[in-house]
């Protein structure tokens, strides 16, 4: 069974990407799929608005310094998750060409389905044989476990394959795996929450600019 934690949801209010049942397309690849140029913000109102999106997301702002000369702005988040608190950051960088943001989760989307895959084996009272962690882009990650039961023993497996547009963990379909509430939980996806609000936002400024 093939699961995809897709990265292309659109609810306004929603940092998470879903858990599909079926295989999805994603779209093609990119180093940077979301990294927001614009010049129809200055410094100080992207800055800000990357503040009221950051909370609009969930997360209170921790600290946050204004960019200065050829010093990039960084505002730090942080809010409540299922395993303890998530922190994120936003770094505004200014320069002629205009204003870069980038969004960033301190624990990417690859990273959380690395830890999601080897706690859903241990909590099911497996023992982790095998763990080769997933790299986006260059490295299928495996997770396997082995249970004894009496004179019985058996096993399970997964990969877990990382783009910049997914997460795709995949098991057998009668795998106990797929069964599991952990390995169905939802793995935080900041940059692309983010993206879905702050792109809008500068769109209409853009628009509003040419008038």
Not at 70 to 91: F, L, M, N, P, Y
Request: hydrophobic letters at 40%; a neutral charge.
């Amino acid at each position: 069974m093939s699961l995809c934690f897709y990265r292309a949801q659109l609810f306004a209010w929603s940092l998470v990407s879903f858990l599909l049942l079926a295989t999805v397309a994603c779209a093609a690849p990119d180093a940077r799929p979301y990294a927001i140029l614009t010049s129809a913000l200055t410094c100080e109102q992207a800055q800000q608005l990357a503040a009221r999106v950051t909370e609009r997301l969930g997360y209170a702002i921790t600290s946050s310094s204004p960019a200065s000369g050829t010093s990039a702005g960084i505002i730090h988040g942080a809010r409540q998750g299922v395993d303890g608190q998530e922190t994120v950051s936003v770094k505004v960088s200014c320069g002629v060409e205009g204003v870069r943001v980038d969004a960033e989760a301190d624990i990417p989307p690859c990273e959380q389905a690395n830890r999601l895959a080897q706690r859903t084996v241990e909590h099911l009272g497996y023992t982790v044989t095998s763990f080769v962690p997933a790299i986006t882009g260059e490295k299928v990650g495996i997770v396997k476990g082995k249970r004894e039961g009496g004179q019985v023993q058996d096993s399970v497996a997964l990969s877990i394959t990382c783009t910049p547009e997914a997460v795709y963990v995949d098991t057998r379909s009668d795998s106990p795996l797929a069964a599991s509430t952990d390995f169905t939980a939802a793995i935080t996806d900041f940059r692309r929450g983010f993206f879905a609000l702050f792109k809008p936002a500068v769109d209409a400024a853009q628009r509003q600019g040419q008038r």
